[in-house]
Nanobody, 121 residues
Framework: QVQLVESGGGLAQPGGSLRLSCAAS????????MSWARQTPGMGLDWVSD????????FYADSVKGRFTISRDNAKKTVYLQMNSLKPEDTAMYYC??????????????WGQGTQVTVSS
């Protein structure tokens, strides 16, 4: 059974940093690309970043490019999202999402329960 458990969210000041983690289980983590996405109340899920199965390729939404970094540790079955230079508009529930194969541009099939990020002074 696929499980994705996000952690690391919380309150940060504008310009601050947070590091999100997503612990995966129930599937062969190293064979699948992963994503982070975020959602604000009343809005749809917005894609943030992708990483392929071996971590050699990444892709970012324009809104976070240069500020956020996605990475993964296949030995620990964990994907990370380092968020720097945070802005109030980054406030959202952040979700870790499993893709259907190893490729960056594949579809999503499972996601976690999310971790809340709030950026406010």
């Amino acid at each position: 059974q696929v499980q994705l458990v996000e952690s690391g969210g919380g309150l940060a000041q504008p310009g601050g940093s947070l590091r999100l983690s997503c612990a995966a289980s129930g599937f062969t983590f190293s064979r699948y690309a992963m994503s982070w996405a975020r959602q604000t109340p009343g809005m749809g899920l917005d894609w943030v970043s992708d990483i392929n199965s071996d971590g050699s390729d990444t892709f970012y939404a324009d809104s976070v490019k240069g500020r956020f970094t996605i990475s993964r540790d296949n030995a620990k079955k964990t994907v990370y999202l380092q968020m720097n230079s945070l802005k109030p508009e980054d406030t959202a529930m952040y979700y870790c999402i499993k893709k259907v194969n190893e490729g960056l541009h594949s579809d999503w099939d499972y996601w976690g329960q999310g971790t809340q990020v709030t950026v406010s002074s």
